[in-house]
């Protein structure tokens, strides 16, 4: 088994949730930097992918490696700890911090200092971080407000950056366009695929809006009830008959 | 904070000039704001305990057996028993507690504390059961407090104590682990997935609540001068989740506010109306409900509204 050039692999992972097959004996290799999306129906096994490499569900066989160290069955602190983030389909915020206390409440946790109980949170420099996020990610004009104020958008841009708050080495997207409006869709992902690809994270990323994959992803895994139907470069993929029949019920 | 050390200032200068009875319940209302602060920390991790009134029982007794048993009469000494007694006990408790949210977080609590009432109340030998333990005019680090002035002496111990223990709370509230707290309210999962501990940020939590109303339990236990198993009964926990309503949750000076009102309160439904003072408080908790559901804290923040 060589580790070298797959920052991110899985081996025969499995996981069924009483009859209903999530995942199958899934192999899968994962190269450094690169923006992979996940497409496939729903109950295709995609979030089920995401919560067993983040340790959230355990796998009934298989290992999940991570630069050649085995993952599999850490708590998902631990495996937060070692570098891989996510962001979730309904975004997980602290609703009632402002935005800022968000990021910055992630930058400390990130530091270490999640028990740290007489130096304040906020300091200038966590402040600093916090706004060079913010701006990164288009999220500048709402640092004040409470993130439970916060339109759609503006909460699954949010939900990414406390992710990538922590500088994960990979970070696992849910549908980060799920619930936006189309026309904000791009929007998201025009702001997140640059601040991403400029850090060289590996990005993977579940998504059901085709378009939105065929134009950000650089390869495109298809799953169908917990098993990979297809892997390629985006077009092969959403071309492939088996694809389009399982996503879209026609050929 | 200009206000609070004003205020402050306000609660060590006047009380010389008022009657002897008006100090006494202010001691008693600082000293019980120290288990309503703890009710209020916990709460703002979204944890509400029906049975603080065991930490704060904690603290009573650790005075009492330290008086009956060990010969210390130095309330300083006291206090540094009843915060290591405190902490043990909460930390013991916790390991078990931090694991539950919600209901069974509450009734846990209240489980706990209806156990140490029971012990209380029947090892007689130990506790005086029924007829409870007396606390002496305690030494202040090796002083006795003139007679003349003992009220006022243990008033201005308990106050700057309480003011201390305030600020340590204040600095935890703004501290990374404090906005974690607030952050497992909003959302364990994330807290989680972000590399933190949501049961470390929790049990750490729990301890300084339990220390805190242990303090409180001592404090109130040598302005009393007598302290009884109801210390640790229900109704005191009750009341102790009552007043923390009543002040609110937005400031760690608002369990000083609700406290001060609440003693006062019934102190005059007590005097005014001895068989009906229960209905008033109920009417006052409805009042405040419905119509300042942020607690008597939520007050300042209209009148800061309504200044600018």
Redesign the interface.
């Known amino acids: 088994m060589d580790p070298v050039g797959a920052v991110l692999e899985t081996v025969g992972l499995t996981k069924f949730f009483g009859m209903v097959r999530a995942a199958e004996d899934l192999s899968l290799r994962f190269q450094e930097g690169e923006l992979v999306g996940i497409v496939g129906p729903n109950g295709s096994g995609k979030t089920t992918l995401l919560n067993m490499i983040t340790g959230y569900v355990k796998p009934d066989r298989g290992r999940i490696r991570f630069q050649g160290k085995d993952i599999t069955g850490l708590l998902p602190r631990a495996v937060a700890d070692l570098g891989i983030a996510r962001s979730f389909q309904m975004p997980q915020l602290y609703l009632s911090l402002s935005v800022l206390e968000n990021l910055v409440l992630a930058l400390a946790i990130r530091a270490g200092r999640a028990r740290g109980f007489w130096t304040p949170l906020v300091r200038v420099d966590r402040l600093d971080d916090a706004r060079r996020i913010l701006v990164q990610f288009g999220l500048e004009e709402h640092a004040s407000h409470d993130a439970g104020q916060l339109p759609e958008g503006a909460r699954k841009l949010l939900d990414v950056a406390l992710s990538f708050a922590r500088r994960p080495r990979i970070l696992l997207m849910d549908e980060p366009t799920s619930g936006v409006s189309a026309r904000d869709k791009s929007k998201v992902m025009d702001t997140l695929v640059p601040v991403l690809k400029g850090t060289g994270v590996t990005t993977i990323f579940v998504e059901h809006d085709m378009e939105v994959v065929e134009r950000y992803a650089e390869r495109v895994l298809a799953f169908d009830e917990g098993k990979v139907v297809a892997s390629g470069s985006p077009d092969a993929v959403l071309a492939d008959p088996a694809v389009r029949r399982a996503l879209l019920g026609r050929p | 904070m200009a206000i609070a050390l004003a205020g402050l200032a306000l609660f060590l200068v006047v009380p010389p000039f008022l009657p002897e009875w008006i100090t006494f319940l202010l001691t008693l209302a600082w000293a019980k704001a120290l288990a309503v602060l703890g009710i209020v920390l916990l709460l703002r991790g979204g944890l509400l305990t029906f049975g603080h009134a065991l930490y704060y029982a904690v603290g009573a007794y650790t005075a009492g057996f330290a008086v009956k048993f060990l010969g210390v009469h130095d309330g300083l000494v006291v206090l540094v028993l009843a915060v290591v007694t405190g902490a043990a006990a909460s930390a013991l408790l916790g390991l078990l507690l931090a694991r539950y949210r919600g209901m069974h977080f509450g009734l846990l609590n209240l489980a706990f504390s209806m156990v140490l009432y029971a012990i209380l109340l029947k090892f007689y030998a130990v506790t005086g059961g029924t007829d409870g333990l007396r606390l002496p005019t305690p030494l202040l680090a090796g002083v006795k407090p003139a007679a003349a002035h003992l009220r006022l002496t243990i008033y201005y111990v308990t106050v700057v104590l309480t003011a201390l223990l305030l600020y340590v709370a204040y ?2 509230t ?7 707290l ?2 497992v ?3 364990e ?2 807290v ?6 949501v049961r ?2 929790i049990y ?1 939590s729990y301890i ?1 609540a339990g220390v805190l109303a242990s303090v409180g339990g001592v404090l109130a236990g040598f302005s009393v001068g007598h302290i009884v198993p109801e210390v640790s009964f229900w109704t005191q926990s009750g009341e102790f989740v009552f007043v923390a309503l009543l002040g609110g949750t937005g400031s760690v000076l608002a369990p000083v506010a609700g406290s001060i009102v609440f003693e006062f309160v019934r102190n005059y439904a007590f005097k005014y109306s001895p068989y009906t003072w229960q209905m008033t408080l109920g009417l006052v908790l409805l009042i405040i409900i419905f119509f300042l559901p942020g607690g008597l804290w939520s007050l300042t923040g209209m009148v800061r509204r309504w200044i600018r």
């Open positions: 600095r935890f703004a501290s990374p682990l404090g906005y974690t607030r952050a309210r909003d959302n999962v994330r989680e997935y972000m590399g933190a501990s470390q940020a750490c300084v």
